[in-house]
């Protein structure tokens, strides 16, 4: 059996926060689910400060989770934050420069 618990890890600093995504693949929606669930506290704690989403394992992505990077992206600007995407894979580096997301997520 599969776990159900998010596989993210994150570190808080003073002025950054980073959680870094443990899956290889987010395509399941109850994956989803549980991953904005994990992130909920995680964008609470981190008023005014940054957060930095490190995709270094991530390879495969789904549309849904797209939808839910625009959620936490205004959760965020919202708590007077700023988001970072960091460590893209090449190939999902292309999909949001094909859906013009370059323009809305800051992308190191």
Do not use: W
């Amino acid at each position: 059996m599969e776990s159900t618990e998010p596989k993210i890890k994150v570190e808080y600093g003073t002025e950054v926060s980073i959680v870094t995504f443990g899956d290889e693949n987010i395509l399941d929606e109850q994956q989803i689910k549980k991953l904005e669930q994990a992130l909920r506290p995680v964008i609470k704690e981190n008023l005014h400060k940054k957060l930095v989403l490190n995709f270094e394992n991530v390879r495969f992505m789904s549309s849904a989770f797209l939808g839910l990077l625009v959620k936490v992206h205004k959760r965020v600007i919202d708590n007077g934050g700023h988001l970072q995407l960091f460590n893209l894979d090449p190939k999902i580096r292309k999909v949001f420069e094909i859906t013009q997301l370059t323009k809305v997520f800051d992308i190191a």
